[in-house]
Nanobody
Framework: QVQLVESGGGLVQAGGSLRLSCAASGSIFSINSMGWHRQAPGKQRELVAGIISGGSTNYLDSVKGRFTISRDNAKNMVYLEMNSLRFEDTAVYYC???????????????WGQGTQVTVSS
């Protein structure tokens, strides 16, 4: 199995910055993609940013230019640098990692426990 441990959430004023980190551990053969999702109260979970093994990234339109996703392949870690935070960025942020546990096995997505990000207006 794979364990994901997130850190870096908290309370910040609008316009401020936070950096989220997620460490993946366990019997991982390879990592296909890593990403951050978020879920605000009463809303569906949405993909905020993703990064694949080759380094290509994609972002939710509302965070483009403000958030940056990066990964450290040697450490199996993914980061989300969040700048110019807005009240509407308030949500629980979840790390998601899609891995292959063994060669030839189909990929499977594991989720972190979530970390709260609260932006005060």
């Amino acid at each position: 199995q794979v364990q994901l441990v997130e850190s870096g959430g908290g309370l910040v004023q609008a316009g401020g910055s936070l950096r989220l980190s997620c460490a993946a551990s366990g019997s991982i053969f390879s990592i296909n993609s890593m990403g951050w999702h978020r879920q605000a109260p009463g809303k569906q979970r949405e993909l905020v940013a993703g990064i694949i093994s080759g380094g290509s990234t994609n972002y939710l339109d509302s965070v483009k230019g403000r958030f940056t996703i990066s990964r450290d392949n040697a450490k199996n870690m993914v980061y989300l640098e969040m700048n110019s935070l807005r009240f509407e960025d308030t949500a629980v942020y979840y790390c998601a990692v899609t891995v292959r546990l063994k060669m030839g096995r189909p990929p499977f997505t594991f989720w972190g426990q979530g970390t709260q990000v609260t932006v005060s207006s």
